[in-house]
């Protein structure tokens, strides 16, 4: 059980984004013990209402809600920024957990649908959720956004074309985030970051009991990624803004 009213993100509104996910079960739960109000967002109603349930029932009673809405939609998203800010009175994180994954098994069997979708899902969603988010980050004293990211985004294999450019797009988007978090941070440097954590592939528990044999060598558990992504808060925006934080071993 988490400390909470005293916990190192007391006080603190952070929005999840993906918040329906195992990763996004581990984050909501994780940033709710630290004493945050966490706002999670997912295109599966009963997905994210199962996560939002889970962590206020771990975390002891900590105020974690959720919106059902869609990130493909930046006016949605605009909204869903708008509301967080208002209902709580500030926004001081974005997590985007937004995942998904094709890949094909050589480079000549690419298809390019894969490419549509996950630049949906991959890209337009970062730059909706950014879009909508900067601003408010930008007027919280510890503002962050950040990107979970995978290693194939600086060393793509030839079966993940698709996959490793949509990362390395939206990893791209995040670091023009970081330079206006730089610029409007002035002499003083930025007081807000956009930051980006490096996996290789996430694991959880529930793929481990599917397979018990599996070694998963270089995954980062979930519970793992909530920790680095917690930790992102402590250390100052001039050190995480425009930095990768790699969680795996770099290529």
Do not use: C
Not at 29 to 44: K, P, S
Not at 86 to 114: P, Q
């Amino acid at each position: 059980m988490g400390n909470g009213a005293n916990g190192p993100l007391s006080g603190a509104v952070i929005a999840v984004a993906g918040a329906g996910g195992p990763a996004g079960r581990a984050t909501l739960l994780r940033l709710a013990e630290a004493g945050a109000t966490v706002v999670g967002a997912d295109n599966d109603p009963q997905r994210l209402s199962e996560a939002v349930d889970a962590a206020r029932y771990a975390s002891g009673g900590a105020t974690v809600t959720g919106d059902t809405v869609d990130l493909l939609d930046l006016q949605s998203t605009r909204d869903w920024a708008a509301h967080v800010e208002k209902d709580f009175g500030r926004v001081d994180g974005l997590v985007h957990l937004v995942g998904g994954w094709r890949g094909s098994e050589t480079f000549t069997k690419t298809s390019l649908d894969d490419w549509d979708f996950l630049e949906l899902l991959l890209v337009k969603t970062v730059q909706h959720t950014s879009l909508a988010f900067h601003e408010a980050l930008q007027r919280s004293e510890r503002g962050r956004y950040v990107l979970i990211s995978a290693a194939g985004a600086s060393k793509p294999t030839a079966g993940n074309a698709a996959y490793s450019a949509a990362k390395a797009a939206a990893e791209a988007w995040t670091l023009a985030m970081a330079d206006y978090f730089r610029k409007a941070g002035g002499e003083g440097g930025p007081t807000s970051a956009a930051t980006i954590l490096v996996v290789k592939a996430l694991v959880h528990d529930a793929m481990r009991a599917e397979r018990p044999n599996a070694k998963f060598a270089g995954f980062t558990d979930v519970k793992d990624l909530a920790e680095a992504i917690e930790g992102v808060w402590s250390k100052p925006a001039a050190e995480v803004n425009g930095n990768r934080l790699w969680l795996t071993e770099k290529p």
